[in-house]
């Protein structure tokens, strides 16, 4: 087995001897509260090793699955990530959370992805706002109008991609490639950065914090958190430079922060200017920026991956993208860019998209914190408890979703799927605000990659393994067929 499961053995053996601990929390829960039906696996650890099994060999939809049929369809109690916490399922259980958001539960990160992400100051002197939601310059940067603005720099860079990485190549790996245009592409817009040595230097850190997400919390040297730490620590000093060098940029000329062409950095920095407003310190903001970019890539990438994945596994499908598009393309002259409106053109080709978000959705979802005692399903959720809310509990599941792994963009026709059923995005007031920038890119990706090529998979049979992520486990290899006009 890999060194992941290597150090979650480890960390049972050293478990135990917290037992009595772990025994003793357990029976402050009052006696007369009805708590979810459930378990809660092994001491300390929980259930993280059935949740990782379940992952990694691809299915990691039985985790939840297996605990709605045995316990309840509704709501389940586990242990994960050292607490306790209920999983709350199925349509029902989707609209209940988005729909209590601040009310009842709010938004909890686990302590691990804080520790890789916050440098110990931040725990030290924590900061009067979440660093893991947006701000109001990532509002501002995500507005329509920017949106408008963006999708043109999207294609002009998507075009460079192609141009430089699959032009001239009989074969190509697929998600590795997806992955450079995405965080090329989020250097780009959030930090308006495209020198090649800065990004492959900011690269290399964010792939060693992603692994250190599925890892355990031994600061030890060798271990993939300490490597995590040390990305992180070396990440900050590039991007502080970055902010250094453009403070002196911004103080030094005259830019409006409302412009659709401001890269988000700058955005931030802008806004701080403003003597109204109060000057976050400059590792909040990197923390931010960072956030950002590991939300918007990774996802982004994987989506891409998928979307094309299924387009080469089913022709029919693909000749209805490509038909679409080149409709797109032929109403453009040979240097003119995509733009708002050829987005918008593109119907069948998201609907394609999201049906290969519904069946390899790039999150399994989020977690929350019960801020208050509440009922749900007849059961009681006690305050600090967490809660974990799963694409899993509806994504393949045959009551909203006939036949669930048969790939059919059709369910996407007319009013679509039923409410809180699809949620690649979340829902409710904390619903991704990048549904629609992610929604650009993944279109204009498609559209540069359809009007070329068309696509062959090598390995029809190739697995597919969760790292947290679905990673295709070979980076899904293609034949490239260029079309010939």
């Not at 025994?23 to 979810?36: I, T």
């Amino acid at each position: 087995m890999d060194l992941f499961f290597s150090y979650l053995i480890y960390f049972v053996l050293f478990s135990v001897s917290l037992a009595i601990i772990h025994l003793a929390n357990s029976r402050l829960s009052s006696s007369s509260s009805k708590l979810p039906p459930g378990r809660t696996g092994w001491p300390v650890i929980g259930e993280i090793l059935e949740f990782a099994f379940a992952a990694r060999t691809g299915k990691p939809e039985r985790f939840i699955n297996d605990r709605m049929k045995k316990y309840s369809p509704e709501v389940f109690r586990t242990s994960l990530m050292g607490e306790n916490m209920a999983v709350v399922c199925g349509a029902a259980g989707n609209r209940f959370l988005f729909s209590n958001e601040d009310k009842l539960v709010s938004s909890w990160w686990p302590s691990l992805i804080k520790k890789i992400l916050y440098s110990p100051s931040l725990f030290d002197n924590p900061p009067k706002e979440d660093l893991m939601r947006p701000s109001s310059s990532v509002h501002e940067f995500l507005k329509p109008e920017a949106l408008k603005h963006y999708a043109e720099i999207m294609d002009m860079m998507a075009r460079k991609h192609v141009d430089m990485y699959w032009n001239s190549k009989e074969e190509v790996k697929v998600y590795p490639l997806s992955k450079r245009y995405t965080f090329d592409l989020s250097c780009r817009l959030f930090m308006n950065i495209e020198d090649p040595q800065s990004i492959a230097k900011i690269s290399d850190g964010f792939d060693r914090i992603m692994a250190g997400f599925i890892s355990l919390p031994i600061n030890i040297p060798g271990t993939a958190f300490n490597h995590a730490i040390k990305a992180r620590n070396n990440l900050h000093k590039e991007i502080g430079e970055i902010i250094r060098k453009r403070k002196k940029e911004l103080t030094e000329s005259t830019r409006d922060s409302d412009s659709p062409a401001l890269d988000l950095l700058s955005r931030m920095l802008l806004m701080n200017l403003d003597e109204n407003i109060e000057v976050p310190s400059e590792i909040e903001v990197t923390t931010r920026i960072t956030a950002m970019i590991l939300a918007s890539h990774e996802t982004t990438s994987t989506a891409i991956t998928f979307a094309l994945w299924y387009l080469a596994e089913f022709p029919d499908v693909y000749d209805a993208v490509l038909k679409e598009q080149m409709e797109i393309a032929k109403s453009k002259g040979p240097e003119e860019l995509l733009n708002w409106n050829d987005i918008q053109k593109m119907k069948y080709s998201w609907n394609v998209a999201r049906e290969s978000m519904r069946l390899a959705s790039p999150s399994h979802g989020t977690f929350r914190e019960a801020i208050a005692d509440f009922t749900y399903a007849g059961f009681t959720i006690p305050k600090g408890w967490k809660i974990h809310w799963s694409v899993h509990s509806t994504h393949k599941n045959p009551e909203y979703f006939p036949d669930p792994e048969k790939f059919d963009p059709s369910r996407f026709e007319g009013k679509g799927p039923p409410p809180y059923t699809f949620v690649p995005f979340g829902g409710g007031p904390h619903m991704c605000l990048g549904k629609e920038y992610a929604r650009v890119e993944i279109l204009v990706f498609i559209y540069n990659v359809v009007t070329r090529f068309k696509l062959e998979k090598v390995n029809p049979n190739e697995k597919i393994t969760y790292n947290p992520a679905p990673t295709p486990v070979n980076g899904l290899l293609v034949c490239l067929h260029p079309h010939e006009y």
